[in-house]
Nanobody
């Protein structure tokens, strides 16, 4: 089992920045990748970014490319999502996720709220 805890959400004006963190514990060595998803009110949860736990290859949704950067620190078992040039449409509950395989997301955090005001 892997436990994930997000932090760093908050209220920011459009154009501002926030940095989300995800603390992983448990069997982190079993993870293949870590990712971030978001869910706006009344909408489905959508993919934001992911990074391989070993190696560091990163992937982004088109909507955040060039504005968000995903990173990790294996020694500290943490992941981060640096969000710049935030837009009101980025407002959502952001979830950290851990996947054991290339096609699965097996572990989820409780979410952290990001609100971007216009």
């Amino acid at each position: 089992q892997v436990q994930l805890v997000e932090s760093g959400g908050g209220l920011v004006q459009a154009g501002g920045s926030l940095r989300l963190s995800c603390a992983a514990s448990g069997r982190t060595a079993s993870m293949y990748r870590m990712g971030w998803f978001r869910q706006a009110p009344g909408k489905d949860r959508t993919f934001v970014a992911s990074i391989k736990w070993r190696g560091g290859d990163a992937y982004y949704a088109d909507s955040v490319k060039g504005r968000f950067t995903i990173s990790k620190d294996n020694a500290k078992n943490t992941g981060s999502l640096q969000m710049n040039s935030l837009k009101p449409e980025d407002t959502a509950l952001y979830y950290c996720a851990g996947g054991l395989y290339t096609s699965s997301w097996d572990y989820w955090g409780q979410g952290t709220q990001v609100t971007v005001s216009s």
